[in-house]
């Protein structure tokens, strides 16, 4: 067990909905991460919170955006889904120190969304 | 832009045997280089890691080495059990970017 923490652990929902993915960092983190993995597929960095900041973004299509909150808990909104949208949705954290070498991440269990 | 290539994608070893996955980096300023092991439907795990500052990383039965001229490291395996069976993923980091690059990960399967 990380300490990280997601909900929930599965979800299907249809096309043209709205969902939203829930993280829960490890205690002492202030920066959390959110990865895509499709089927089968390497680990897409979607975008990084540090405090309640933005401050990396990957290849985060429009329809997505997220959100770090003062409990540093974040949650990763996808809307307008479509079926290529279905994919293991991972969160990570570490502690976001500005130091020379970054630091480990540590993933959280993932939440499995299904498109239908 | 940023990119880590990793091979190969599917490796198949007998139990005993040593494997070896490589992974090549582009950007040269990077400098922290994990790899994580995930299992079927789980998290990816941490397993080991290394710094621009040193070549070579051994734990127990996993080891990383590090070539920053040729920009490639790779993590090597010895003495492979059943239980290493997982997909494999390197990673590269560059300072002040504050996010990974993620190779397209191995697929390790340790035959019995």
């Known amino acids: 067990d990380s300490g990280v923490t997601q909900t929930p652990k599965h979800l299907i929902t249809a096309t043209g909905q709205r969902v939203t993915l829930r993280c829960s960092p490890r205690s002492g983190d202030l920066s959390v991460y959110w990865y895509q993995q499709s089927l089968d597929q390497g680990l897409q960095f979607l975008i990084q919170y540090y405090n309640g900041e933005e401050r990396a973004k990957g290849n985060i299509l429009e329809r997505f955006s997220a959100q770090q909150f003062p409990d540093l808990h974040s949650e990763l909104n996808l809307s307008s889904l479509e079926l290529g949208d279905s994919a293991l949705y991972f969160c990570?954290?570490?502690?976001?120190?500005?130091?020379?070498?970054?630091?480990?991440?540590?993933f959280g269990p993932g939440t499995r969304l299904l498109v239908l | 832009g940023e990119n880590v290539e990793q091979h190969p994608s599917t490796l198949s070893v007998q139990e005993g045997d040593s494997a070896v996955i490589k992974c090549t980096y582009s950007d040269s300023a990077s400098n922290y280089f994990p790899w994580y092991k995930q299992e079927l439907g789980k998290r990816p795990q941490l397993i080991i890691d290394i710094r621009s500052n040193v070549g070579e990383k051994k734990d127990q039965r996993i080891a990383v080495t590090l070539n920053k001229t040729a920009k490639h490291f790779s993590l090597h395996i010895t003495e492979t059990q059943p239980e290493d069976s997982a997909v494999y993923f390197c990673a590269a980091s560059t300072p002040g970017t504050y996010k990974y690059i993620f190779g397209t990960g191995t697929r390790l399967k340790v035959l019995a």
């Open positions: 990570a954290s570490s502690k976001g120190r500005r130091t020379l070498y970054q630091e480990t991440q540590y």
